[in-house]
């Protein structure tokens, strides 16, 4: 019954969706779909030509990696047998106040697979509360794993979760883990699916110079129905750019949620150094250290040190998603706000590790990172100008029908990544375009400032007042002054 209510709210949500790009087609002069025609329609997705080459791109790579080359090196390493098991296997999970029952569903997941994956393993739990080690403790009891299965406890302050993955780091090295030892880190969120150790450890033995790889994610989301469909589009198309990436082994995030490394990486003093204090200096903010953003970190290490990063499609996990805040508005502005942040944080250090390091396609990927947030505005506002300079709202309802069609399009093509897909993927991607855009331009001026989304922690700075005066406002008379410069340039145009 509920498949079935599912399915035909699905089938309506299509329904009404292709209705309303029908109705809008309608409304517009006949001229703009004659192919003649100087208004030709489809003449406004030429602004877009960078955005979608680059989409393009991605997914062609990503396709070729997922259904040609990943199922190729998988053979590969079926033939190498036994020889690709790790000598041990570490399972490392940082908790920090999430709820009992997201933590004993990860817990119980994380024992099993130690249990079941037949490696010597050893589970480490970097905890801060008491509760939480006591529920461990009990399913550790309940599901009475063999001999070879470890448990370490490491407790910690809750001071973020950069400390929380340093100290286990370290209590990994008092293990002193040979060449052969893996080490998956694990968010305290996450539920693994069965069998994604033995998926994931073989291909440190295929490739002596991959430091560290990262896994597909699904959710579950506690919150809405849009934020439940904004979640799992976000998933569907890290999916395929991750497949993209792994085409070159540049992956470009280690994701917090599951990721795994050689142990010689995660006992590196110089890697835990990375993740513990990572820190950047800006020309107008000074130096900050960084508060969230960890996965891009160790991702950075990982490059610096001189290390390949990988994706495996077909291991996968199940995260819980707790929005932020109930309003899917903020707290989508919320959850932006952090990822981008991270994201240029790590931006232009990464770039400037240079071509001969991260190869020509990686380059271009962080160069993209950093225009996007302009090149996604271009339509809208071209459209919004048009209209407002020559007194005529066909401007806007063109691009508006454009944009239905193209998000259409997009959607339909996100459902080759093996990710489910609905009615309100279209509308979310524009939105994510447009409202994703302004927050990139926000966060792009104020680098500095970084906040939890689960835990009320911000960064607090040890600056002076004038300093943080200048900081303020030079932030503010940046972003405007951009922003006409962008408006200016659009009107001249138009």
């Not at 990686?362 to 209209?387: E, H, K, P």
Request: aromatic content about 12%.
């Amino acid at each position: 019954m509920h498949r079935l209510k599912h399915g035909l709210l699905q089938a309506t949500g299509w329904l009404a969706y292709l209705t309303a790009l029908m109705g809008l087609a309608t409304v517009l002069p006949d001229e703009l779909f004659d192919s003649q025609s100087k208004h030709f329609i489809f003449l406004i997705g030429a602004i877009g030509i960078w955005r979608y080459s680059m989409g393009i791109t991605h997914f062609l790579r990503g396709m070729l990696f997922l259904y040609v080359v990943y199922p190729h090196l998988r053979r590969k390493i079926r033939k190498m047998g036994a020889s690709t098991d790790p000598s041990q296997v570490f399972l490392m999970v940082t908790s920090f106040r999430i709820d009992a029952l997201t933590t004993a569903q990860v817990y119980a997941s994380v024992i099993d697979e130690a249990i079941d994956c037949g490696y010597p393993t050893t589970v480490v739990c970097s905890l801060v509360e008491m509760s939480d080690e006591l529920l461990v403790k009990a399913l550790w009891e309940k599901a009475n794993p063999p001999e070879r299965v470890k448990l370490d406890f490491v407790r910690i302050a809750g001071t973020g979760k950069r400390d929380g993955l340093a100290f286990g780091f370290r209590a990994i090295s008092r293990h002193l883990p040979d060449a052969d030892a893996v080490v998956a880190v694990i968010d305290g969120d996450t539920v693994l699916a069965p069998g994604v150790v033995r998926k994931t450890v073989p291909w440190f033995k295929l490739w002596g110079n991959v430091g560290g790889l990262t896994t597909n994610e699904f959710c579950e989301v506690r919150g809405s129905y849009i934020m439940s469909e904004w979640h799992k589009l976000r998933f569907a198309q890290r999916h395929i750019n991750m497949c993209s990436m792994a085409l070159s082994k540049r992956v470009l995030t280690m994701t917090g949620r599951m990721s795994v490394f050689r142990a010689a990486v995660v006992t590196n003093p110089e890697f835990i150094a990375d993740v513990e204090s990572d820190s950047l200096y800006h020309w107008r903010l000074g130096r900050f250290k960084f508060l969230t953003g960890d996965d891009k970190s160790s991702w950075f290490s990982l490059m610096r040190l001189g290390y390949d990063t990988f994706y495996v499609p077909d291991a996968k996990i199940n995260t819980v998603e707790h929005p932020p805040e109930k309003s899917f508005i903020k707290a989508s502005r919320k959850l932006m706000f952090r990822w981008y942040g991270n994201n240029l944080r790590q931006n232009s250090r990464a770039l400037g590790l240079g071509v001969g390091r991260l190869g020509l396609f990686t380059s271009v990927v962080l160069f993209d990172q950093r225009v996007s947030m302009w090149t996604s505005l271009l339509g809208l506002t071209a459209a919004v100008l048009a209209s407002v300079k020559y007194n005529s709202a066909t401007y806007v309802l063109a691009y508006l029908l454009w944009i239905g069609m193209t998000r259409l399009i997009l959607t339909l093509l996100l459902s080759a990544s093996g990710h489910r897909i609905g009615p309100a993927y279209p509308m979310i991607l524009y939105y994510n375009q447009i409202v994703g855009a302004l927050v990139k331009i926000y966060v792009f001026f104020r680098l500095d400032q970084q906040s939890w989304t689960r835990q009320p922690t911000k960064l607090t700075r040890n600056i002076a007042s004038f300093q943080r005066w200048f900081n303020t406002w030079s932030s503010r008379t940046m972003t405007f002054s951009a922003g006409s410069v962008f408006v200016a340039v659009l009107l001249t145009l138009v």
